[in-house]
């Protein structure tokens, strides 16, 4: 990472935190929780940025009670976030359902050659790469997040999330690729309950925003009106919303 890059996520993550520690009344508990990020990525290898999971940690003690389902995350790798997430889905009372092949990528013929941020992603998103086996990502929860409030979900997308009815409230996807993008867009925004969001760690990537941009997807696959409210388009983390 280079200086500018570096003072960016330490700025960006310090402002997280404090957000973060609002809700904790005692300096004590806030130490506590951020020692509990810390002890995660000093032991499971993460392709995430703290801060740009700790957006998603802070909007899961932000949400209110009357936004009702469950979080999801698609995308595990290692089980790193999925620790995290799981931390605070259980300290917020909510289910937490983990959504992934862990068998790596699936097969695809997408051309990424440059994020929006300007640094190449030129074969990073090989068939097998980002890959963690089921048994893997369930010790790294089952040591350092809370597998108590986990369900587990094994296979490709497309088989996978058809299946899957439960009410969302908040979904957080690193998937990287345009195709898995599509799919969990198409079947988890239509199970958000309003108020909810849906959380992309992969908006830098040209052939993604195409996919957040494609008024035919959202209008004929997903089932919207138009295309919905979003944040961040472009950037590392883009949020979709669900209208109240």
């Not at 997280?16 to 990020?37: G, I, P, T, V």
């Not at 699936?106 to 097998?128: A, L, R, Y």
């Not at 919905?228 to 883009?238: A, S, V």
């Amino acid at each position: 990472m280079g200086l500018f890059k570096a003072i960016k996520e330490y700025t960006e993550l310090a402002k997280l935190q404090s957000k973060m520690a609002r809700h904790f009344h005692f300096f004590s508990e806030q130490k506590e929780w951020l020692n509990k990020l810390k002890n995660i990525d000093r032991h499971v290898k993460s392709a995430h940025n703290q801060s740009h999971i700790l957006q998603f940690l802070t909007a899961i003690l932000e949400l209110p009670e009357a936004v009702k389902g469950c979080i999801v995350e698609a995308g595990a790798y290692k089980g790193g976030s999925t620790a995290k997430i799981s931390l605070f889905a259980a300290h917020k009372k909510r289910q937490f359902y983990c959504f992934d092949s862990f068998e790596g990528l699936p097969q695809n013929s997408e051309q990424h050659i440059k994020s929006t941020e300007g640094h190449s992603i030129q074969d990073w998103f090989k068939p097998g790469n980002f890959s963690g086996s089921l048994e893997e990502v369930k010790k790294n929860v089952a040591d350092h997040g809370d597998i108590s409030v986990c369900q587990f979900i094994k296979g490709w997308f497309e088989d996978t999330l058809p299946g899957f009815k439960e009410p969302v409230a908040l979904a957080y996807l690193d998937v990287d690729l345009a195709s898995s993008t599509r799919t969990c867009l198409k079947y988890l925004y239509p199970l958000l309950s309003p108020g909810g969001a849906i959380y992309s760690q992969d908006g830098d990537f040209p052939l993604v925003i195409d996919v957040f941009k494609d008024e035919n997807f959202w209008i004929n696959e997903v089932g919207c009106s138009a295309i919905p409210e979003m944040e961040g388009l472009g950037k590392k983390i883009t949020i979709i919303r669900k209208p109240q």
